[in-house]
């Protein structure tokens, strides 16, 4: 093929694209936009109103384990948990009770850096979501029967987390990347510092911890009308000061260390392991091309359908007998760090099995970043927008999303402008930011289970400098 002959397929590819991408970005600019505004406080509120008859309604806080010593691990879950018993305007039947009336439903996640609190129910109810919500921040009974039940509750909960090996697998790889800082820590905490968190420790860290600068309320559906919302906000916490009770929350700081943590038992059904680099904070300038790569790099288990026919080369090497029940690359952004990496569950009998497991997945890594081709990228980048655009057209999809726009990076994209960036990217862009933080970086690695035959850590870094194609 003639160099005329190849430019010209290219031309025509980009030119669609450019086409496609415009169109794709006029669509979502005539969507309803959201609105963000600060009370004198520095809480956050953050509304999209897009007509539906429902809506979502949610406190997020910047809380976490990140934020928690060895002694108290697990306290922002214990008070998570707690504040579903009832208030002291409500006991926990009476709002079990307002909520089926409003046949609304109130859930909650605690992670490593963000706590949620968010109410799914009808339009119409939006002042009456907010009350209840401000009430269980605000007003929680705490009361020390309460502690202890749900203490028991979370022990049970943590002899059940420990035969869940995936869970279990990705602590182990936190404690391993972020050791000596508070990423480290388990969301869900030791069955010591559970045993041993009192009430007043409970209190005392939802004081500490609840300040408006680090909350936003967050509402996309019908009736999330801005200046309606903002006038809630004010009612209801503009009164919250951001002065202290007790210590300003500690950030230790984030460091990530090149190491691995091996966890042998071979009662274990099989060798449950991940690699990964440190990623970067969400906002960070590459994480879009980083998530990009992440998503196309996809996953793989032994139920598909595919294997030797699978659409992409790593996965029809992946299935020549290594012994791979599945495979799923992750890509994890918090507020100023990550980890990109694989998550895979091996037979784990055979070293060479696992070493080769390892060097297919490098050497797709490394493709990433130094041969990527132009019809690639329009792959890659097609199947991240079908993920994205699909976890963000629910209300609680896209309330979740302009809640951790504000709490990561202080500002909010619109869906148009993720697609401007989508449409920037180019096999370069995304070969630089693969270049600048997957190619040749330390690692942290992390197996348990049948790990007999894991590779040791230095076999495993010399595969991430091989010589670029």
Not at 301 to 312: L, Q
């Amino acid at each position: 093929m003639s160099l005329r002959q190849l430019v010209r397929p290219i031309a025509t590819l980009q030119s669609s694209r450019s086409a496609s991408a415009a169109a794709t970005k006029q669509i979502l600019e005539s969507a309803p936009a959201a609105h963000v505004t600060s009370l004198k406080n520095g809480f956050r509120v953050v509304s999209e109103d897009n007509g539906k008859p429902t809506v979502t309604i949610g406190i997020f806080v910047e809380n976490g384990s990140r934020f928690e010593t060895q002694q108290n691990s697990g306290v922002s879950s214990f008070l998570e948990h707690l504040l579903y018993k009832g208030t002291n305007k409500r006991t926990q039947q009476q709002l079990e009770t307002e909520l089926a009336g409003l046949g609304a439903s109130l859930s909650s996640e605690t992670g490593r850096d963000h706590t949620a609190y968010y109410v799914q129910a009808a339009s119409k109810d939006v002042e009456k979501v907010v009350d209840i919500v401000a009430d269980i921040l605000r007003n929680p009974k705490l009361d020390a029967a309460a502690v202890e039940k749900e203490r028991q509750v979370l022990l049970n909960k943590l002899d059940e987390l420990e035969g869940n090996y995936q869970n279990l697998t990705f602590d182990m790889l936190h404690t391993t990347a972020f050791q000596g800082t508070g990423l480290a820590h388990y969301p869900h905490g030791t069955t010591k510092s559970i045993q041993e968190i009192t009430a007043d420790q409970i209190r005392q860290w939802q004081a500490d911890n609840y300040r408006p600068v680090r909350m936003v309320l967050s509402a996309v559906g019908g009736g999330a009308e801005h200046g309606k919302l903002v006038g809630l906000a004010e009612k209801y916490f503009g009164d919250l000061s951001n002065e202290y009770p007790g210590k300003v929350p500690s950030d230790l700081g984030i460091r990530f260390t090149g190491s691995e943590f091996r966890f042998r038992n071979d009662k274990f059904p099989a060798m449950f392991a991940a690699i990964a680099v440190e990623g970067v904070g969400y906002g960070h300038a590459d994480a879009l091309p980083l998530a990009v790569v992440a998503n196309g790099i996809g996953q793989w288990d032994a139920t598909h359908g595919s294997s030797h026919n699978a659409p992409k080369r790593h996965v029809q090497r992946l299935v020549e007998g290594y012994g791979l029940h599945g495979f799923e690359q992750f890509n994890i952004n918090y507020k100023n760090t990550g980890l990109w990496g694989v998550y895979f569950v091996a037979d784990g009998k055979d070293f060479e099995n696992v070493t080769n497991i390892h060097s297919i997945i490098q050497k797709e890594w490394k493709h990433m970043a130094c041969a990527l081709e132009a019809q690639e990228v329009e792959g890659l980048i097609n199947q991240y927008r079908n993920r994205f655009f699909s976890k963000v057209e629910s209300n609680t999809g896209k309330a979740k999303f302009n809640a951790k726009e504000l709490l990561y990076t202080g500002h909010l994209r619109s869906l148009a402008d993720v697609e401007e960036q989508l449409s920037n990217l180019s096999a370069n862009s995304i070969g630089q930011a693969m270049n600048r933080h997957i190619y040749d970086r330390d690692i942290a690695t992390a197996g348990v289970g049948r790990t007999e035959g894991f590779p040791e850590y230095s076999y495993i870094r010399q595969r991430m400098w091989w010589w670029r194609l």
